[in-house]
């Protein structure tokens, strides 16, 4: 005989979770339904960001620089230092030769002195400072144990000053590198950046580049502007033959360069040294605080923390190398911060 028995009806618990669960399902495809699908940046935007990377890079260059340079003044420093300890060591050693022969002498006599005896094995310190040393020996024996004890203290100041230099060389180092990490990291973002964008949209990009470079320059050529002297006229003749070299960070010419490595070597080719650093730049000579009290030549520092730097070229422009992708070109003054000019 077949059964009848009911089918077993669900839990209450078991309804709610699965009318939970429905109701989830169909908030979320609600949500999904509803949702914009996330939208490309545009080809501004896109620039906007790779500016501020590049800017950022520059900021890091700068200070990258600063480390190089700081690096390359301590190793010619400990290479000076060493050199010196070298032929203090030469003349230590002549002076104790000297002693030694002295002593010599007087044995071969009878007569050395128990002081030098004890001097030739140990440190003369010990006897320049008991006055009862000092009465036993001649005057030339005295003066030759002082020149000794002199040396040896001299020897030991400049071995000292030679260590601290070699930390300080390993600490720079160590920046250094730090410095050229984070400037590879910031430019690699901004390649990524400009990755995403269409070959179309680059080639807009660097076309807007090319005709705001082109008008700089109109500007430029039409302008009345003079030198602010002599030498900053050759200056500036030096960067304008250096126009279209690539930005390369770090680099100081001749055939490529970052901004202050341009601006030090234009500066260069008319016999003035410059500091390296746009910022150590910025204290380089007698600051112009109006743009309108420029003249050719002249350096012009931007931003706040003044880690960009470039020639004034006249008629509201300036002559700089901008970033990496970019080469040395004339561009508006009013496309960046401008804080005050130098004249060298």
């Keep these: 005989m077949a059964s009848h028995r009911r089918p077993k009806q669900p839990s209450r618990t078991r309804v709610t979770v699965l009318t939970t669960a429905a109701a989830a399902a169909v908030a979320f495809s609600a949500q999904a339904a509803n949702a914009a699908p996330s939208e490309k940046p545009s080809k501004d935007e896109v620039k906007a960001k790779v500016d501020a990377l590049y800017e950022q890079a520059e900021k890091a260059t700068e200070k990258l620089d600063g480390a190089k340079e700081k690096q390359d003044k301590l190793q010619k420093e400990i290479s000076t230092l060493q050199d010196k300890v070298a032929r203090g060591q030469d003349e230590l050693n002549k002076l104790r030769d000297g002693i030694g022969a002295m002593a010599s002498a007087q044995y071969r006599t009878g007569s050395i002195d128990p002081s030098v ?9 010990d006897y320049l400072d008991k006055a009862s040393t000092l009465n036993q020996l001649s005057s030339q024996q005295v003066e030759a144990l002082k020149k000794i004890q002199e040396k040896q203290r001299e020897l030991a100041q ?17 920046e250094l590198a730090k410095q050229k990490q984070e400037v590879q990291a910031k430019l ?15 080639a807009a990009l660097a076309a807007a580049d090319q005709r705001a470079s082109r008008a700089s320059e109109r500007s430029v050529i039409s ?17 304008q033959s250096k126009i279209g ?9 001749p055939s490529s360069f970052d901004c202050s490595g341009l601006t030090s070597w234009a500066y260069a080719q008319a016999g003035v040294s410059i500091p390296r650093t746009s910022e150590a730049q910025a204290d380089a000579g007698t600051r112009i605080y109006s743009e309108s009290d420029l003249q050719v030549g002249d350096l012009v520092i931007f931003y706040g923390d003044f880690h960009h730097v470039g020639l ?3 008629n ?8 990496t992708g970019a080469v040395v070109r004339y561009e508006a003054m009013s496309d960046m911060t401008f804080e005050f000019g130098v004249r060298i």
């Design 223 to 239: 302008g009345s502007t003079k030198a602010a002297s002599g030498r900053a006229a050759a200056a500036f003749s030096a960067a």
């Design 245 to 253: 070299s690539p930005y390369v960070y770090g680099a100081s010419g």
């Design 117 to 125: 005896q004890l001097f030739l094995s140990s440190n003369p310190d």
């Design 158 to 174: 400049e071995r000292q000053e030679a260590s601290a230099k070699l930390k300080d060389l390993t600490a720079t180092r160590t």
């Design 312 to 314: 004034y070229a006249g």
């Design 188 to 202: 690699a973002s901004a390649q990524k950046l400009l990755n995403s964008l269409t070959a179309a949209e680059r």
């Design 316 to 323: 509201g422009q300036v002559l700089h190398a901008p970033h």
